[in-house]
DNA sequence: CGTCCACAGGAATGACGGGCGG
DNA sequence: CCGCCCGTCATTCCTGTGGACG
C-alpha cells in the first residue's frame, strides 16, 4: 500500500538491515548506574566506613563529597546507600535512603518535600509553609524511630540561589530527636561552595569530607572499556575509536560523563552512518556535533540584546574587523538595532552584556590599551563564524540583516586604521 | 612627567514580573 | 485573591586607569 513512494519506508528498512552497532545503547546514557563502578573503590570503601555506624544504631557523621563533574560522585553515593539500605532491610534496622538533586529541586519547599516523599509522607505541591513540611518531617523521623541518609546533590545550586538556611535547619534536626536520625550527604561540583556557608553550617555539613579527583585518561580507558562491551556489539567500536574517547575527555578535566557522551554520539552517528564499525573519525566527528550542538543551544537560548551583540561582532568580522573594541561594537549595535525595531541599551549595560558572552565562552573579551588613544575591551568571536550564521539564518528576525553592511564601518574605517595600527 | 583618551566597572536606583505567605 | 517582597534586568552617575603622546 505505501510502496516504494513513502519515503520513510527506505529508512527503515535501512536501520533495519544496516549493521547494528548497538546492543544497549541505555548503557552510556548519562544518569545510568553500573552495577561496578571502577577506580573508585577507596571513595566507596571511605563512605561505607562512615555510613556503617548507622546499622547499629549510631548517629554517624555528616558528609560533604566534592569533585568536578564526571568524576562519578553521584554514581558512588547512589551505589553505597543502595548497598546500605539493602544491608538495613536483612537486619531489620530502620534505614531509609533519598536522593534529591537540589537544583533540579530548585526550591528549599520543594527539596523538603522531596525527603518527605522518599518516606511516604504525602505533601502537596504548594499551600504548606515550609516550617509546616519541616516539623512533619522531623515528627515522622521521630515517631517511626527512622535513620534518613539524604544525598543532597549539587547543594552548591541550592546554596546560591536560595542561602544556606535550610541546610542550617537541617544540621541541627538531630537537637530536636529524640530517637531517629537524619544524615546528610551533600555532593558538590563547586570547590569554593563553602565560602558560601555559615561557619556553623560548614562545620556540622562537613563532620567528613571526600574529595573525588578526576579521572587519568587510563582510569577513563578502563571505565569506557567496561560500558562500552555493554553497549557495542562485539567488535563494532575500534579500539582506536575508545582511547581518543577517553584522551579527549581525560584532556578536559577527566569528565567521564564527557567520554561517554562522546562514545555514544559517536556511535550514533556511525549507525546513522550505516557504517559498519564506529572509529576515530566517528569520534573526532562526535566532538564535534557535541560542540556545535552546545554553541546552538547557548546561542538560540540567549536573551535578544545578547544575541544582536553577537550579530555586531559577526558583521564587524565580515568586515574585517577581526577584533574591535567595546566602542566599535556598540555603534554597530546601536545601527542595527532600529533595523530590528528595537530600541538600544546604553553603552553600560552593552559592555555587561559583552563580559557575559565571554563568560560563556562565546565570545573573548579582554582589556587592553591604546594608550593616548584609551582604554577598552578587545572583542572576538570565540566560536566558529559558521555556526554563529547558521542559527541566525534560522531565526526569522535575524535572517534578512546578516549580510548587512554597517554604515558606521566605512565611517570608522579611516579613523580605526590609524589608532588600531599595533 | 603630567595629560587625557575611551572606555572599565562599581554603586545606587528604578521598572517589571513572578512567587509566596497570609 | 491580594499585597508584599524579592530577583532580574536596565539606566544613571560615577570614579578609576594603562600607557602613548607632547
Known amino acids: 500500500m505505501l510502496g516504494s513512494n513513502d519515503p520513510l519506508s527506505e529508512v527503515f528498512e535501512h536501520f533495519l538491515s544496516g549493521p547494528h552497532i548497538f546492543k544497549d545503547r541505555?548503557?552510556?546514557?548519562?544518569?545510568?548506574?553500573?552495577?561496578?563502578?571502577?577506580?573508585?573503590?577507596?571513595?566507596?570503601?571511605?563512605?561505607?566506613?562512615?555510613?556503617?555506624?548507622?546499622?547499629?544504631?549510631?548517629?554517624?557523621?555528616?558528609?560533604?563529597?566534592?569533585?568536578?563533574?564526571?568524576?562519578?560522585?553521584?554514581?558512588?553515593?547512589?551505589?553505597?546507600?543502595?548497598?546500605?539500605?539493602k544491608k538495613g532491610e536483612e537486619i531489620n534496622a530502620s534505614i531509609r535512603s533519598s536522593y534529591v538533586n537540589c537544583r533540579i529541586a530548585g526550591t528549599p519547599y520543594r527539596v523538603l518535600a522531596?525527603?518527605?516523599?522518599?518516606?511516604?509522607?504525602?505533601?502537596?505541591?504548594?499551600?504548606?509553609?515550609?516550617g509546616e513540611v519541616f516539623d512533619r518531617l522531623k515528627n515522622t523521623i521521630n515517631s517511626r524511630r527512622l535513620f534518613l541518609i539524604c544525598v543532597l546533590d549539587e547543594i552548591d545550586a541550592l546554596v546560591k540561589d536560595c542561602g544556606d538556611s535550610l541546610l542550617y535547619e537541617l544540621t541541627r534536626i538531630n537537637e530536636g530527636l529524640e530517637s531517629g536520625k537524619l544524615i546528610i550527604v551533600g555532593v558538590s561540583n563547586d570547590l569554593k561552595f563553602k565560602e558560601l556557608l555559615d561557619p556553623r553550617v560548614l562545620s556540622s555539613l562537613s563532620e567528613e569530607e571526600?574529595?573525588?579527583?578526576?579521572?587519568?585518561?587510563?582510569?577513563l580507558?578502563?571505565?569506557?572499556?567496561?560500558?562500552?562491551?555493554?553497549?557495542?556489539?562485539?567488535?563494532?567500536?575500534?579500539n582506536g575509536a575508545l582511547n581518543l574517547c577517553s584522551a579527549l575527555a581525560a584532556s578536559e578535566h577527566g569528565d567521564a560523563r564527557r567520554a561517554l557522551d562522546l562514545l555514544?554520539?559517536?556511535?550514533?552517528?556511525?549507525?546513522?552512518?550505516?557504517?559498519?564499525?564506529?572509529?576515530?573519525?566517528?569520534?573526532?566527528?562526535?566532538?564535534?556535533?557535541?560542540?556545535?550542538?552546545r554553541v546552538v543551544e547557548v546561542l538560540t537560548t540567549l536573551p535578544?540584546?545578547?544575541?544582536?551583540?553577537?550579530?555586531?561582532?559577526?558583521?564587524?568580522?565580515?568586515?574585517?574587523?577581526?577584533?574591535?573594541?567595546?566602542?566599535?561594537?556598540?555603534?554597530?549595535?546601536?545601527?542595527?538595532?532600529?533595523?530590528?525595531?528595537?530600541?538600544?541599551?546604553?553603552?553600560?549595560?552593552?559592555s555587561g552584556l559583552i563580559n557575559e558572552l565571554d563568560l560563556v565562552g562565546l565570545i573573548?573579551?579582554?582589556?587592553?590599551?591604546?594608550?593616548?588613544?584609551?582604554?577598552?575591551?578587545?572583542?572576538?568571536?570565540?566560536?566558529?563564524?559558521?555556526?554563529?550564521?547558521?542559527?541566525?539564518?534560522?531565526?526569522?528576525?535575524?535572517?534578512?540583516?546578516?549580510?548587512?553592511?554597517?554604515?558606521?564601518l566605512i565611517r570608522r574605517h579611516k579613523k580605526s586604521n590609524k589608532s588600531l595600527e599595533i
Open 364 to 408: 573573548n573579551a579582554r582589556v587592553v590599551s591604546f594608550g593616548r588613544y584609551g582604554r577598552t575591551k578587545r572583542v572576538s568571536l570565540g566560536i566558529l563564524e559558521e555556526a554563529l550564521v547558521e542559527v541566525f539564518k534560522r531565526d526569522p528576525l535575524f535572517d534578512s540583516i546578516v549580510n548587512y553592511h554597517p554604515q558606521c
Open 210 to 219: 571526600v574529595v573525588f579527583k578526576p579521572y587519568t585518561a587510563l582510569e
Open 26 to 85: 541505555e548503557v552510556l546514557r548519562p544518569d545510568y548506574i553500573p552495577s561496578h563502578l571502577p577506580h573508585r573503590k577507596d571513595e566507596i570503601i571511605h563512605l561505607g566506613k562512615i555510613l556503617a555506624p548507622s546499622l547499629d544504631g549510631v548517629r554517624c557523621s555528616n558528609i560533604l563529597i566534592y569533585g568536578k563533574t564526571g568524576t562519578g560522585k553521584t554514581a558512588v553515593a547512589k551505589y553505597t546507600l543502595d548497598r546500605l539500605t
Open 114 to 130: 522531596n525527603l518527605c516523599h522518599s518516606i511516604d509522607i504525602e505533601i502537596p505541591f504548594t499551600g504548606l509553609a515550609t
Open 304 to 350: 535578544l540584546h545578547s544575541k544582536i551583540v553577537m550579530l555586531g561582532i559577526l558583521l564587524l568580522k565580515k568586515s574585517s574587523h577581526e577584533n574591535s573594541t567595546t566602542g566599535d561594537l556598540f555603534e554597530v549595535y546601536k545601527e542595527v538595532c532600529p533595523r530590528l525595531g528595537v530600541d538600544h541599551l546604553t553603552q553600560r549595560r552593552v
Open 221 to 238: 580507558k578502563d571505565i569506557l572499556e567496561e560500558r562500552a562491551n555493554a553497549a557495542f556489539v562485539r567488535g563494532r567500536l575500534t
Open 264 to 293: 555514544r554520539v559517536a556511535g550514533e552517528l556511525a549507525e546513522r552512518e550505516g557504517a559498519s564499525e564506529a572509529s576515530e573519525e566517528h569520534v573526532r566527528w562526535a566532538q564535534e556535533k557535541i560542540e556545535k550542538d
